[in-house]
């Protein structure tokens, strides 16, 4: 007999729910904000949102399917199943954070502060949720990911971008190449290498394309092309900065090869997730065969 679905509740500690963890009570917390001209009653306002939103939307959840909840910090060890319907309840930054460990699971984005977020993943509203559960997977926008595969079979998927470069402030050594370029490989010294989506053309990527004078055009969410970047590219009589710009379409790979004692790579904003890679180490970039399913 075949188990009925899962609906699994993403979300994450609020600002508020930190802060009286840090402090011990709310008037503390409350006092350590008033000293510093700040009221604590923005943060405690979206906190009760959060919580109003969470409780509209497993109210809205079948009788008869099964539920879960995870905390973003859980994310790296609960384990999603085939059948599992995930509900992000919080910010479009969860959507990408959850996405790396889903395998086609729908995701249903729910926004819980409307006009703050820009709503790019969280397109909804609490009061939405019954109707998009009964629909669940049945009109889902297929948006395209990234991935990172090292030379010891280490992976790593994001939604937005990858990361690769030191885990500090140092300066990242490596080397850099295209397939099919004619070989073509450049040393580098540089503060890393971004490579991001169509959807993570919203934020980090923008922000790095718009400091390159958008020459090169930003792929769409569902489009099978990403864009890459390499941030301060330090040019020397053993480096170079040739290769700092381009894009990449399906099937083709960005290689990297570490001349660093230790480089890190990292999707979408979560370094607690990071694959370790050292000297000699070479990891290639491109099109993840996976996608996200998120409802529309």
Same mark, same amino acid.
């Given at each position: 007999?075949?188990?009925?679905? #899962? ?6 500690? =609020? ?7 840090? +402090?011990?009570? +709310? ?5 350590? @904000? ?12 979206? +906190? ?14 079948? /009788? ?39 395998? %086609?699971? *729908? ?6 502060? *409307?006009? #703050? ?14 109707? /998009? ?27 937005? !971008?990858?990361?690769? %470069? ?8 490596? &080397? ?17 290498? @971004?490579?991001? =989506?169509?959807?993570?053309? =919203? ?8 400091? $390159? ?5 930003? *792929?769409?969410?569902? !489009? ?18 040739? @290769? ?6 399906? *099937?083709? $790979? ?8 230790? @480089? ?24 993840? $065969? !996976?996608? /996200? &399913?998120?409802? %529309?």
């Amino acid at each position: 007999m075949s188990l009925a679905p #899962r609906a699994v509740l993403v979300h994450r500690t =609020t600002e508020y729910e930190e802060l009286v963890a840090r +402090h011990g009570t +709310h008037g503390q917390a409350a006092y350590f @904000l008033r000293s510093r001209g700040r009221d604590i009653e923005e943060i405690a306002d979206r +906190h009760r949102r959060t919580r109003r939103a969470l409780a509209e939307v497993v109210s809205a959840i079948p /009788l008869t399917w099964r539920q879960a909840r995870v905390e973003r910090s859980d994310l790296d060890r609960f384990l999603f199943a085939p059948q599992d319907v995930v509900v992000v309840v919080g910010q479009d930054g969860l959507v990408a954070n959850v996405a790396k460990y889903l395998s %086609g699971q *729908p995701v249903i984005g729910i926004d819980t502060d *409307p006009g #703050r977020n820009p709503g790019v993943l969280v397109r909804h509203r609490p009061a939405d949720a019954a109707k /998009l559960l009964a629909s669940a997977g049945t009109a889902a926008d297929e948006l395209t990911m990234v991935e990172a595969v090292a030379d010891d079979t280490q992976r790593l998927v994001a939604l937005n !971008e990858i990361y690769l %470069g030191a885990a500090g402030h140092q300066t990242a050594r490596y &080397r850099l190449g295209l397939e099919d370029d004619g070989g073509v490989v450049e040393a580098q010294a540089s503060s890393g290498v @971004l490579i991001g =989506t169509g959807t993570g053309a =919203t934020g980090w990527l923008r922000s790095v394309w718009q400091d $390159r004078g958008a020459r090169l055009r930003l *792929p769409s969410p569902a !489009e099978e092309r990403l864009l890459w970047f390499v941030r301060e590219a330090w040019p020397s009589p053993a480096t170079g900065a040739s @290769l700092v710009a381009g894009e990449l379409a399906a *099937p083709a $790979r960005l290689t990297l090869t570490v001349e660093s004692e230790r @480089l890190v790579a990292f999707g979408d904003g979560m370094e607690t997730d990071a694959l370790e890679l050292t000297w000699g180490q070479s990891v290639q970039v491109g099109v993840c $065969r !996976e996608r /996200l &399913r998120l409802a %529309g």
